[in-house]
């Protein structure tokens, strides 16, 4: 069984700091990453994905990833009141057919 | 926009029952998923189809079935609901190159 990890949080920030959620995951195989947006009621939404050791950054949002360490995460620059939503890790299985296999989420509050 | 919708936002169901959910997509999506979202459990698969008529288990199968027989139309079926079935089930779609796009879910309550 593939694994994914992510503290369940929930993980506060006053309105303008840096938020970092983490993700560690078991699949070595692992080519793509994403992170997902989910608020309270609604379904997930991409807002980033990461194939390449490093740094990816768009907006406020970067992601970064260490294939060696399979370890990947989620930075928040200025966070607002509407980042407050829970953010969910998902490495894409090595088996294809696009399957991912989903962290429980970290609860990210963001308190003004 | 890609558009995932859902038969229903709210189901009620008595054990025993037979229950169908459908989803469908407008994007000409080859792979579909269903899932389930249980609080401290996260997303679960439970079942995902690359192509029309194929389909393959996720992790949680048992005591569900699918159905895909045209590209833009996937449904789960319970065929005989307990209530360790109630759930948000939510369907996404996607294809090889691209991330999964989700529908609204349902809300399944098993009495």
């Known amino acids: 069984q593939k694994e994914v990890e992510q503290n369940s949080g929930p993980l506060s920030v006053p309105e303008g700091a840096i938020a970092s959620l983490n993700c560690t995951y078991s699949?070595?195989?692992?080519?793509?990453f994403f992170w997902y947006r989910q608020y309270s009621g609604k379904s997930p939404e991409l807002i980033m994905f990461?194939?390449?050791?490093g740094d990816k950054e768009d907006g406020r949002f970067t992601a970064q990833l260490n294939k060696a360490s399979q370890y990947v995460s989620l930075l928040i620059r200025d966070s607002q009141p509407s980042d407050s939503a829970t953010y969910l890790c998902?490495?894409?299985?090595?088996?294809?057919?696009?399957?991912?296999?989903f962290g429980t989420g970290t609860k990210l509050q963001v308190i003004p | 926009d890609v558009k995932v919708t859902q038969s229903s936002r709210y189901l009620v169901k008595r054990t025993g029952e037979k229950v169908f959910l459908e989803c469908v997509q407008d994007m000409d999506h080859e792979n579909m998923f269903w899932y389930r979202q249980d609080p401290g459990l996260g997303l679960r698969l439970i079942y995902f189809s690359y192509d029309v008529k194929m389909k393959e288990k996720g992790d949680i199968p048992e005591g569900y079935s699918v159905s895909r027989e045209k590209k833009e139309r996937f449904s789960l079926i319970l065929e005989s609901a307990s209530t360790n079935q109630t759930s948000m089930y939510l369907c996404?779609?996607?294809?090889?190159?691209?991330?999964?796009?989700f529908g609204p879910g349902t809300r399944l309550t098993v009495l």
């Open positions: 990461i194939y390449s050791n």
């Open positions: 699949d070595r195989g692992s080519q793509s």
């Open positions: 998902a490495p894409e299985d090595s088996g294809g057919y696009q399957k991912v296999t």
């Open positions: 996404a779609s996607g294809t090889s190159t691209d991330t999964q796009y």
